[in-house]
């Protein structure tokens, strides 16, 4: 999984297969999640988010856990498609509009 | 349709010269940031402004300058002081309270 300071790890997925992608935060003081998708030349997008009150949401093909023990944060995207080839960024709030991102996992589809 | 956006999409700089990079959000945002992204790494903060004419260093800030004379507007100017400019630059803007960001398509500034 990400985390700050390494250089970017890949995973290489099958088509129709889950995926599942891995975040470590740092600050135990963090109250609020999001998850970004970046693809190639682009501006991130948000694909979902979570507030420390719980521990699974659950979107469109995709649910990210939020381990709080272990500070850990997955995503996980289900029947993964070639669409879903991109840079994924785990980010960390401890409130007042800051946001600590993590280095990202690039995740390749393979047809 | 609400959205920001960043202009031009691709910037050339001559070694000496300062180039200033475009940020404008029709979102109502109060807070805009600027990021750096270089390849295979993640984001690191430049500047960010909570309220227009504010705004406050980052990680980076060394090199760059900004305004924020105007709510929707937060340009960006790389100064000759960079020594490293190439890079891929993101804005992103958000509204108090809600902690996450809307981000802009990315400037790729490239020095020739």
């Known amino acids: 999984g990400e985390s700050v300071g390494l250089h970017l790890p890949t995973l290489s997925v099958q088509e129709g297969d889950n995926s599942i992608i891995n975040c470590a935060y740092s600050n135990s003081a963090s109250d609020y999640f999001i998850w970004y998708k970046q693809e190639s030349g682009k501006g991130p997008q948000f694909i979902i988010d979570?507030?420390?009150?719980?521990d699974k949401r659950q979107g469109q093909r995709v649910t990210v856990l939020l381990n709080k023990t272990v500070k850990h944060l997955s995503l996980q995207i289900a029947a993964t498609q070639p669409g879903d080839s991109a840079v994924y960024f785990c980010a960390e709030s401890p409130g007042a509009n800051n946001l600590f991102f993590g280095t990202g996992t690039r995740l390749t589809v393979i047809p | 349709d609400g959205g920001i956006t960043q202009s031009p999409k691709y910037l050339f700089r001559k070694e000496g010269q300062n180039v200033t990079l475009s940020c404008e959000q029709n979102?109502?945002?109060?807070?805009m940031y600027w990021y750096r992204q270089d390849p295979g790494q993640g984001l690191r903060l430049i500047y960010y402004s909570q309220i227009v004419n504010d705004f406050q260093k980052g990680d980076i800030a060394e090199g760059y300058s900004v305004s924020r004379e105007k709510k929707e507007s937060f340009p960006l100017t790389v100064t000759s002081a960079q020594k490293n400019p190439t890079a891929f630059y993101l804005c992103?803007?958000?509204?108090?309270?809600?902690?996450?960001?809307?981000f802009g398509s990315g400037t790729r500034l490239t020095v020739v």
């Open positions: 992103a803007s958000s509204i108090p309270g809600n902690y996450g960001y809307t």
């Open positions: 979570i507030r420390s009150n719980m």
């Open positions: 979102l109502n945002h109060d807070a």
